[in-house]
């Protein structure tokens, strides 16, 4: 008898699973389509952190994550044996004119915010063996960007789960306290309940390429990311499609690749190896949806990672399993359900 299920394996569902084995509780995962059947299945794996300025619960939240991610995905290694393709490699960006003042002025608010544990700082572009195309020769570099592979993460979280003794299954029945973590499906039903909108799929569209610079910083560049993988690839991605017709690749990714090949020219022979979409679940409030679930009083909800669900996994874990397994509500206010019903 498990003491905590949780429907869905996608990286918040699993996230949470293993933080409350940590916890020593057990715990069976149900979903039907197996782990990282959905959005956390794809490519990209920008682990990206927000503008060192204005902050707000939601940015806080998001450092903390970052900052746990190292040490959450070794766990996760050791104990299954596979690699997540976790590395904190940092990010360029190119600088652009007359944002020089700006970028001193993030760096500087960095500097505290990011409590001295990472920093970002224009850099030129000669530093680095595969820079994107800038006017001036200088980038914002930034040093608490990482980057891990999706599937490949989600693959290796299921491994350390039922290494720990966790069960993931098509089916089964609900036992102990249960969390709803089903992304694109429970919003829908959300939808359905309620007066107005809480939240939406966003179609994605992401390519795989074959060339290989696995220590290099990540890009952000053209409106589209560049991310090395450590297995010899290099993902850009992606679209934001809000109306689409069906969930296959089409022209839109076309002209991502395009773009990713203008920022960066390296990538202007390398073979597109795999082409992906996917629906990322977008809760109104741009936030995840932690806490009760709406439609279910007894249980729990954890959704809503849109582009930042494997940045923000490590804590959701944290947080959630300490709601489960211990009753203590750390959740950030914005974060609430109620705040998108």
């Not at 394996?9 to 959905?38: E, H, M, N, T, Y």
């Not at 996760?76 to 904190?88: C, F, I, K, T």
């Not at 669900?309 to 959630?320: I, L, R, T, Y």
Request: aromatic fraction near 6%; charged fraction near 20%; glycine fraction near 12%.
């Amino acid at each position: 008898m498990a003491d905590v299920t949780v429907r869905g394996a996608g990286v918040f569902g699993l996230a949470i699973a293993w933080a409350c084995l940590l916890r020593g509780a057990s715990v069976q995962v149900i979903d039907p389509a197996g782990p990282g059947a959905g959005a956390s299945g794809g490519i990209v794996g920008a682990l990206a952190p927000h503008v060192p300025e204005n902050w707000n619960d939601k940015k806080a939240f998001q450092l903390d994550s970052l900052l746990m991610a190292e040490d959450f995905w070794r766990g996760v290694a050791e104990a299954s044996g596979q690699s997540p393709g976790y590395a904190r490699t940092g990010r360029l960006q190119p600088l652009p004119e007359g944002g020089a003042e700006l970028a001193v002025a993030r760096g500087q608010g960095a500097d505290t915010l990011w409590q001295g544990r990472a920093a970002w700082r224009v850099a030129s572009a000669g530093d680095f063996a595969h820079p994107p195309v800038t006017a001036n020769g200088q980038m914002v570099h930034d040093t608490l960007t990482a980057r891990v592979h999706p599937a490949q993460a989600c693959a290796a979280l299921a491994a350390a789960i039922t290494a720990r003794g966790g069960t993931i299954t098509a089916t089964g029945g609900d036992v102990g306290r249960v969390l709803w973590a089903t992304g694109a499906a429970d919003l829908a039903a959300l939808n359905a309940a309620h007066h107005r909108q809480v939240g939406t799929a966003i179609k994605g569209q992401a390519a795989l390429l074959d060339f290989a610079m696995p220590d290099q910083p990540q890009i952000f560049a053209g409106g589209v990311h560049v991310v090395p993988h450590e297995d010899g690839t290099t993902a850009v991605g992606s679209t934001t499609e809000r109306e689409f017709g069906d969930l296959g690749t089409d022209a839109q990714l076309d002209d991502v690749i395009a773009a990713a090949r203008a920022a960066l020219p390296a990538l202007k022979d390398a073979q597109v190896i795999r082409r992906w979409a996917g629906l990322r679940p977008r809760v109104r409030s741009r936030a995840p949806m932690l806490g009760v679930h709406p439609l279910h009083p007894c249980q729990f909800i954890a959704n809503g990672g849109f582009k930042i669900g494997f940045g923000m996994a490590p804590k959701v874990g944290d947080v959630m399993a300490r709601l489960l397994l211990e009753g203590e509500d750390s959740i950030p206010d914005g974060f609430r359900p109620e705040v998108s019903m």
